[in-house]
């Protein structure tokens, strides 16, 4: 299902929203991946009609009659919104997030909300308490995490968008292993204002969509300066889709040196080398850097995020909202037996790291050790900026893979997010597009680029969609 | 270390004060909901101070201008840059589970305080945000929750342990009770909780290098239960101490009706505060422009305006210093003085208005006294219409019902006497019905002089001008 | 990290897990860890922590307010709650 059609369909009166909407409902209902945690079918009606019936409002907007799904991590007003935890199950936030409400702004009609893992912590969408995500390609296999609903939305071809969020990977990762084009925003671009916080110095809310021109209408119409978050930028609005077609010229593009050495596989290095070859056939220069400092980007962010975690989720105590143990002797025993029931192992874990990390007398050899390395991570890039445009990497070092996969090394989950998570310590943007195929399985490419490079990055992406067919792949 | 005139049996007591001061302003320290006091319960929540999953904070501007003034109030350091971190911890009226607070770099540092015979070091001030209120009257089982107090911005100023017993503790806590009224900075009620201390004491041997472990009191809610609190808490270590045993490092709370320190139950494991910089917030460098912006639009302080008034109202040292010390006597003051005068006023506010305000213990602002009656009152003993006697009537009279003084006085006809031609008569008449004791006085009995006028007030209730009865008897008895 | 740190840690973050499970959480807490460790490989001498990534500075908001108390959604939308109030097991100070 390609965005840009739909939009013109739409735009030319050759479908209503309603009609769009409908289609995109029946799909959702037939759906057996696990994709969504609630349905809304009614709202979304509404919705349709509501722009049916003022066309002209929203004709020109980036998302115009556009059926949309969301990440359930972004609080809709008198929505439920779970981010995939039992803690949410039943929330309902009093309150609309910014991503949301723009999008709504934008003509977009919301069918329902997907599944995720919990509390966006996981790289394969088998952590959310309402059970795992199976990958649109092949349903034994995990759709990445944990925007794997949201990804796995798209492609299948149930709705043209969805959102999702990235703090160590969790969009372009499944982007990569779903065979779909996924963002990554500059830290500070769109507000995480209503996005339940998960890592705050690193969490981003980004678009998915086949190519890069959906990813920039979506992104156009998330990004906004919000004074309700004061970690996002006030900067001048770039429009995304009209950026596309500008002529950045001739781009020096940087490649890892020794990329091999991570344990990527062969079949994901060669679907690179491929890729070099269509940048270079644009006209771009490749240029090797050494980016050794790459690999210790995931020590550092297994200290930060879960540190941040640790205290993002204390708000969890079953007081004020959200579950409550039914147990209960006194406030103590309120608290433990809520915060035991209400969250999975996987939570559980990091808010332990992240509590003794932070603890006394282990602060500085893990907390500031991880900011130093962070320091230096940014550091790099910049060195790094300076002699070339944008950087050009693997997503992943791997494709998709088995739900409940064995692995001798206990750590193998984590290192799914080694080559995204440098971009999430920087803050960087990053996106990630389809550029191969094997096994019948979609293989990501990674682009980064420099702050606020947005519009170099989709234009970059669009360019090599405009000779590659990858992007177009479905299940 | 040791300060002599404050051994307590040969120990020297060492004490430091965190007090907490809730800052005026009109939205809390990092949500747009009001700050205010007294509300219904959980009327006065925003989203951010529910806590709500995917809310953020941002910090009101007012709060930190209000700490800098503090800073400039007390010749600190305001901070070039300041960084919010956060404290985690579990308690039912922390929605969030943590507290926002400053720990590493707070708003002002390395501030001074002068108590009269000497400076305290203020340690720093910091801005953190208040938590709620968990109430536990409500039902028999249960505790309940009320978070209008969530999110409401303090100031917490933190001493260095300078002070060395109890009464200074209190010059202390009075002075900075009147800093932050007088900038308006906060109410400082105490008994409201908008001011609360938490006082760390400890004893060591005067000759001893290093102070003596301290232990932390909490829950003093008036300026008279610090020095009770403290003082329970010397003798308590000194007891401890002699007795051979040592000085625990634990919070204590104060008893004000057993009037002792208790030690708070202590924990099966500590509590580890996790401190770490608040990833919603970002630093904020105080610039040089911002701090003069604050000096320009800040009142005088108390010297300052003591300064002012001698040398404006020609008032004395103690004169100034009584009107100062409280900045509503002092506004009350000088809206006197813009109609009457200021001579005459400072005598009557520092004699008879703070007797009445003492006798009957409500605040000058709260009384029927306004700078209307009260000036008017002024002007009529100055012109002579009424005596300083009959004054302090007509006062009694406006602070019971807050009439006009100039209908007081007609209705109850207490018009001063001044006419000489009556007065000549009335004291004429007098001196005839007391014809022994003028014989008396005229052979050198000289004290029955006030006897004569006495019985000339008599003869008036009081209405008699002072003065010319004073010259018009004199010149009658040596005729 | 040892059985008691253990304990201390679940405490802190008020999570209850069964103590015959201890052994396995230590385990896994141990594998992080060891990946965690790697970052001791690496010199860092003279860097400064980075919080913020875009190290933004001076975000503030005038001191007016924005009327958005919803005292009856909050409460009702709790999961125990009166009229006025929100309802916990009673504590003792």
Known sequence: MNFKLQRESFRSKKISAKEATQEAIVKAKKDKLNIFINHFENEALLKAEHIDNNFDEFKDMPLSGIPIAHKDIFCTKNITTTCGSKMLENFVPPYESTVTENCNAAGSIMIAKTNMDEFAMGSSNETSFFGPVSNPWKENLVPGGSSGGSAACVAANITSISTGTDTGGSIRQPAALCGITGMKPTYGLVSRWGMIAFCSSMDQAGPFSRDAFGCAALLDAMASYDTKDSTCTKRKKVCFEKSLNKNFGNLKIGVIKNIDNLGVSKDILNAYENSKIVLQGLGHQLSEIDFSELSSGICSYYVIAPAECSSNLSRFDGIKFGHRSQTQKDISDLYMQTRSEGFGDEVKKRILIGTHVLSAGFYDAYYLKAQKVRRMMKNKFEEVFKEVDLIFMPTTLDQAFKKNRESSDPNRMYKEDLLTIPANLAGLPAISFPNGLKNNLPIGGQLIGNYFGEDLLLNTTNKIQEVTDWHKMTP | MAQNDTLVKGWQPVIGLEVHVQILTNTKLFSPAKNKFGEDANTLVDLIDMGLPGVLPVLNEGAMKQGIKFGLATSAKIAKTMIFDRKNYFYPDLPKGYQITQLHFPIVRDGVVDIGNKKIRIHQAHLEEDAGKSIHDQYDANSVIDLNRSGVPLLEIVSEPDIRSASEAVDYL????????????????????????????????????????????????????????????????????????????????????????????????????????????????????????????????????????????????????????????????????????????????????????????????????TSDNFSSLITKIKDGTISGKIAKEVLEEIWNTGKNPKKIIKSKGLEQISDEGELESIAQSVLDKNSSQVEAYKSGKDKLFGYFVGQVMKETQGKANPASINEILKRLLNS | MDKIELKNLLFLARIGIEDKEHPKILEKLKNTFDLIDEMNELNLDNI????????????????????????????????ESDEDYFIVPKIIE
């Open chain 2, 174 to 369: 009075k002075k900075i009770h009147q800093i932050i009224t007088y900038l308006d900075i906060s109410d400082g009620n105490m008994s409201q909780g908008s001011m609360r201390c938490d006082a760390n004491v400890s004893i060591m041997r005067p000759d001893a290098k290093e102070f003596g472990t301290r232990a932390e009191i909490k829950n003093i809610n008036s300026f008279k239960f610090v020095e009770k609190a403290i003082n329970y808490e010397i003798k308590r270590q000194i007891k401890v101490l002699e007795g051979g045993k040592t000085i625990e490092q634990e919070t204590r709370l104060y008893d004000s009706t057993k009037d002792e320190t208790r030690s708070m139950r202590t924990k099966e494991f500590a509590n580890d505060y996790r401190y770490f910089p608040c990833p919603d917030l970002v630093p904020t460098n105080i610039s040089e422009d911002l701090i003069e912006e604050v000096k320009n639009s800040m009142d005088e302080l108390p010297e300052e305006k003591e300064g002012r008034f001698k040398k404006e109202y020609k008032l004395d040292d103690y004169e100034a210093k009584v009107l100062c010390s409280e900045k509503s006597t002092a506004n009350f003051f000088e809206e006197v003085c813009k109609t009457t005068d200021p001579a005459l006023s400072a005598k009557w506010i520092i004699g008879e208005v703070n007797a009445l305000i003492n006798k009957h213990d409500i605040t000058l602002d709260d009384s029927k006294i």
């Open chain 3, 48 to 79: 400064e922590p980075l919080n913020n990534p875009l190290e933004l500075n001076n975000v503030s908001r005038e001191d007016s307010d924005n009327d958005r108390n919803s005292k009856k959604d909050f409460l009702e939308g709790s999961p």
